[in-house]
């Protein structure tokens, strides 16, 4: 396939293994050539998919060779059947690809509390693994995609001691759609090779500041996984935390994990816009987060950016609402670089109104307490967003 | 008026003073004849309007004699003018009364970041005054009212050592309205004569479990305000934490400010149904709290409800989210009676939709953990509730 993109040593494929109704791919793979080091980030609610369950286990080890994801079931609230069901298609796996169950991990995402079809699975295993190639990375975009409006695949080059290294990631969310709540399942592929320590330490780092810093309609799925192969393939010189190539590696990876959390975002269901919320100035990273949060969250200040309407009192008074004290007249407010509220009173203008009109918008929140930021993406709320998700039924 | 409520001792008293545009009543005031005790509870909002910065210093003395509550202007976002507005309406009051001004509270409702315009207000003061009547009561809970589609007034009466007391509360809110925000205020007034100390108490413990336990967009107003004014004139044995009237007291107004509350949802903007979350089982009050706060403001959840869908996945999956841990088999979930998820798995069935259909909803989260429990009340979020508020222009 022309203009697709490949990361040496791994393979990817998809099928339709008749787990959709409607007959498109539901059942993907990705396989490095060689045992990949791993590392991985899941969902904190209480309620964890059966595969969730599963790689939190096996990732212990820091290693991973395969990823099986299916779509169109989520696998989620089936009990132990489901747990042997995650199992099951892993082994399935594991056997045609004659490698090891242990470092094959699952993914899935879709209905939830429905039982896994694992006869489909198994049946569509043996095509799956003969359509593995090495162009096959955007197909696996697809076929892991919901009620998606497009794949979501970001890529970055670069050079580190004569030798090219790429980071690939690929991404589904975040609406809540298929059935019940916005999964976000997301896979990265590098040939770096990379130390595991550091690979886990930046990881969670990117993590939290892309996947971990988006808010469609602050819920959180069962099955939410972010997973990251590094194959060494690329025959560098190993990044450490100290190594020199340590920010070449850091700052492609927080630029493909930041530009997928974008995508998400701006596909969250309903979304019309893609609002960036800074704060800046807080005592602590913790504070500048919560802060951030509540704006981003804030179903008035949604509502009000999907009406286009700059109305710093929802704005402020969401930052105001967390429990963190501060001088209400120290806060200022911007959008993009228009002031909206300074000296405890709001200025209100043309160029604001005309900034709203915008599909991106940047809002920075200045406290002046003290010099932790933080930065979150979210969505408007519309009509849209309403409509699928009351009348989607259960 | 026929049919009026009166609480022996108060007057009330509204009048159109020009402040809404429409020529509707917008400054209302409620009078005692006698220093009454008094005791607040405010918003927690760091922006707080001028007239809540008056009264949380005012109400530390435990005393007061008159409210004076302006609908149209929130007064708030107003800076250092804003305070001495609100000090100029609360003498303007006190001046006409009689009465010492620092036994005056204020309350403003309405858009933020605007002047108040004071002219208006203290040339209204006269006809205001001198409009004051045992009758009035259900004036002042027509004048406070915003884009409140119905007055909301409660009351209770009880016998206590022979003597007939009255318990009757108003309030305004909460959808956020006229401009900005979703502004609660609400005024308790009772002809109970009760120790100051124990009035506090109990008034706390009931906003806690009334106008603390309720949600419509998770967002917290700049103006919130509710005021509790005893004026003793019942001639009661005075009610201390422990009299035997005390019961009898604190169930009234449980009562009162709980009916208040319920009011105040089913009144949230764009709401169609009221639904109450219980959860038990949690290990501490807080927890159970959190937990049902979450359930309460998962748009996921908000907008199933809209849809009359029993989606339990919604529902467990917010229950799961919060960060508090609990075994996800040990949770228990109910929709009236109906249970729709238990031993991990969930149930759907016929009944749980028709349930889902009714206008007031109760559902029951068990945790299995411990004893402690938490009630929250929240609306379903509509249509029309992003048309209130994505139409709204600031």
Redesign the interface.
């Known amino acids: 396939m022309q203009g697709s993109i490949r990361v040496p040593g791994f393979f990817g494929s998809s099928v339709a293994s008749g787990i959709k109704s409607g007959g498109g791919r539901d059942l993907s793979l990705i396989s490095s050539k060689v045992t990949a080091r791993a590392a991985g980030v899941f969902t ?5 998919a059966a595969p969730v369950v599963l790689d939190m286990e096996r990732i212990k080890k820091g290693c991973a060779q395969a990823v099986v994801v299916n779509s169109g079931n989520a696998n ?4 132990e059947e489901g747990y042997k069901n995650a199992a099951a298609m892993s082994r399935a796996v594991s056997e045609r690809l004659g490698i090891e169950d242990e470092l094959v991990l699952a993914a899935s995402t879709g209905i ?2 429905e039982r896994l079809p694992i006869e489909k699975i198994t049946r569509a295993v043996g095509p799956l693994v003969g359509g593995l190639n090495a162009d096959g990375i955007s197909a696996v975009a697809e076929g892991i995609m919901t009620t998606d409006r497009f794949p979501k695949i970001e890529h970055r080059r670069y050079f580190a001691g004569g030798k090219e290294i790429t980071v690939c990631g690929i991404a589904k969310g975040a609406g ?1 759609i298929e ?4 999964t976000m399942l997301s896979f990265i592929l590098t040939d770096a090779d990379i130390d595991q320590s550091c690979l886990s330490g930046v990881f969670m780092e990117a993590a939290d500041r892309s996947f971990n810093a988006i808010t469609v ?6 099955n939410d996984t972010a997973i990251i192969l590094a194959n060494g393939v690329a025959g560098n010189r190993p990044v450490s935390e100290t190594s020199r190539g340590f920010v070449g590696f850091r700052d492609a990876l927080f630029d493909v994990m930041e530009s997928l959390a974008r995508s998400i975002v701006r596909d969250g269901e309903g979304a019309t816009k893609l609002i960036e919320i800074v704060v800046e100035g807080a005592k602590t990273a913790g504070d500048a987060r919560k802060i951030a949060y509540a704006i981003a ?4 200040v949604k ?2 950016f ?2 286009e ?6 704005i ?6 967390t ?7 120290s ?1 200022e407010l911007y959008i993009e670089d228009i002031p909206l ?1 300074m ?4 200025i ?1 203008g043309k160029e604001a109104a005309e900034i709203m009109k915008r599909d991106e918008i940047r809002i920075l929140v200045r406290l002046g307490m003290g010099n932790e930021t933080a930065r979150v993406y979210t969505s408007d ?3 849209e ?3 699928i ?6």
């Open positions: 904190t609610n209480c309620f964890k989620a609230a089936t009990g939830i509390g809540m059935p019940n709540m916005a309609d602050g819920c959180m799925s069962t969250n804030s179903n008035l509502t009000a999907f009406g309407d700059p109305n710093w009192g929802r402020i008074s969401a930052a105001g609402s429990g963190i004290a501060f001088p209400a007249d806060l509220f000296h405890g009173s709001g209100s709320l519309s009509h967003y309403v409509n998700n009351a009348l989607y039924r259960s």
